[in-house]
């Protein structure tokens, strides 16, 4: 209880901790199955990511030495990571309007390569696959376009 005092109650919620021993926790905990359906796109983009995640030469390695993250803009996010096998570019726009990352503005604290033309997407959260309206978009020699709400994975 001490554990979980700072939740506050409301008279809807008198005791916003679920008691872990209660079967009503149990029966509200589990996973509803038939949402395999209904959410198929989103469960098809976490399998991708898992993938990508255990068999990409760059992505597998976990090293945080190796990473850097900058935010390009006030809803624009760019994480890279690198090893000897490669980089990756992730460049997220969380913001409602499409935007243009140009590759001469990223910042320096990135650490990307010399030369940062030549990126091609693996993976964008627009593709339709994932529920989105788009394909990979084009990664061109100034920089590349991100619909909006969208994550872009480059290599």
């Known amino acids: 209880e001490r554990e979980f005092g700072g939740l506050g109650r409301t008279p809807d ?30 469960l098809t983009l976490y399998k991708d990511l898992l993938r990508l995640r255990r068999d990409d030469p760059v992505l597998r390695v976990q090293d945080r030495a190796r990473t850097r993250a900058a935010g390009l ?3 624009v996010l760019a994480a890279h990571r690198w090893t000897g096998d490669g980089h990756r570019l992730l460049l997220a726009n969380a913001g409602p309007d499409p935007v243009r ?28 696959r994932f529920g989105g309206e788009a394909g990979l978009p084009e990664a061109g020699a100034s920089g590349i376009g991100l619909p909006a709400m969208t994550a872009v994975l480059l290599r």
């Open 101 to 128: 990352v140009v590759w001469a503005d990223l910042p320096r604290s990135l650490d990307l390569p010399e030369t940062t033309t030549g990126w091609s997407a693996m993976l964008s959260t627009g593709q339709r």
């Open 73 to 75: 803009a006030e809803a």
């Open 13 to 42: 919620h008198p005791d916003p901790v679920p008691d872990p021993q209660a079967e009503a926790t149990f029966l509200r905990s589990k996973l509803d199955l038939s949402e395999r359906e209904a959410n198929a796109p989103m």
